[in-house]
C-alpha cells in the first residue's frame, strides 16, 4: 500500500517527532516502506533580512542541520528501515509539499499537538496547510 513514506521533522521541537515517528517506522515496517526525513531550514522572507547575514551563513547552517539530521537518523532510525535524509529551506508547509511531490511519496506522517505557546501555533498551521493542501495521503499523529 504504502512505498514511500515522508516524515518530516524540526530538530530543535521535539514534539514534532516523538509521536510521529514510531507510527511512521511501524508503517514502514508493515509495508515494506522506505522513510524520508525532511527538515526544513526557515528562509528569511525579506531580501532585506537576508542582507544583514554574511554570505555563507546559509551554507554553515545547512552543513550544522545536516550533520543533526545524520545524528537523528543513527539514534533512532532502526537499520532495518531503509531511510533517506533531506535537508530543504523555505516555508515549512511549501516544502514539505515540494519535497512529497519530488519523491512521488506515498503518505506524509506529520505531528500535531495543541498550541500551548506561538511557536506551536505555526507548527500546527503547517500541518494543517499541508492536509489542506497535498495532493499525496497524510496522517496527523496527535
Known amino acids: 500500500m504504502y512505498k514511500k513514506i515522508l516524515l518530516p521533522i524540526d530538530l530543535n521541537h521535539e514534539q514534532s517527532w516523538t509521536k510521529a515517528l514510531p507510527t511512521a517506522l511501524q508503517l514502514c515496517r508493515d509495508y515494506g516502506a522506505s522513510l524520508h526525513i525532511v527538515t526544513v531550514i526557515p528562509d528569511f522572507g525579506l531580501p532585506l533580512v537576508g542582507g ?3 554570505r555563507e551563513y546559509t551554507e554553515k547552517a545547512e552543513a550544522a542541520v545536516t ?3 545524520k545524528e537523528f537518523v543513527l539514534e533512532n532510525i532502526p537499520e532495518e528501515v531503509q531511510v533517506q535524509r533531506i535537508v530543504t529551506d523555505g516555508k ?4 514539505i509539499l515540494r519535497v512529497a511531490k519530488q519523491l512521488k511519496v506515498d503518505l506524509i506522517v506529520m505531528a500535531s499537538h495543541k498550541r500551548k505557546r506561538a ?3 505555526i507548527l500546527g498551521t503547517n500541518a494543517m496547510r499541508v492536509v489542506q493542501q497535498s495532493k499525496r495521503s497524510v496522517m496527523v499523529v496527535r
Open 52 to 54: 544583514f547575514f554574511p
Open 67 to 69: 550533520q543533526r539530521l
Open 92 to 95: 515549512a508547509y511549501e516544502a
Open 119 to 121: 511557536e506551536d501555533y
